[in-house]
Nanobody, 121 residues
Framework: QVSLVESGGGLVQPGGSLRLSCAAS????????MGWYRQAPGKERELVAT???????VYRDSVKGRFTLSRDNAKNTVHLQMDSLKPEDTAVYYC???????????????WGQGTQVTVSS
């Protein structure tokens, strides 16, 4: 199993910045990708950004140019730098990891507990 610990959420004004961090830990696993989803009240959880162990990134259109996802494979950690935040970015942000057991072939997903991001004046 993979345990994910998130940090960095908070309250900021529109146009402000936050940096979310997520550290993954586990024994006998190989992480294929990590990233962030978010969920606002009454809405479905949606992908924000993901990065593979090889460095390939995917961002949803609404955050392109504003958010940057970086990784540290040695520490199994990712950081989501969020700039030019907008009220519509307000949501609970969940870290996710896609992984396989060492020697295994099937991928599984793990989720963090979520961290609140609120953008409001």
């Amino acid at each position: 199993q993979v345990s994910l610990v998130e940090s960095g959420g908070g309250l900021v004004q529109p146009g402000g910045s936050l940096r979310l961090s997520c550290a993954a830990s586990g024994s006998g696993i190989s992480i294929n990708a990590m990233g962030w989803y978010r969920q606002a009240p009454g809405k479905e959880r949606e992908l924000v950004a993901t990065v593979t162990s090889g460095g390939s990134t995917v961002y949803r259109d609404s955050v392109k140019g504003r958010f940057t996802l970086s990784r540290d494979n040695a520490k199994n950690t990712v950081h989501l730098q969020m700039d030019s935040l907008k009220p519509e970015d307000t949501a609970v942000y969940y870290c996710t990891a896609n992984y396989a057991l060492l020697g295994g072939f099937r991928l599984s997903d793990s989720w963090g507990q979520g961290t609140q991001v609120t953008v409001s004046s």
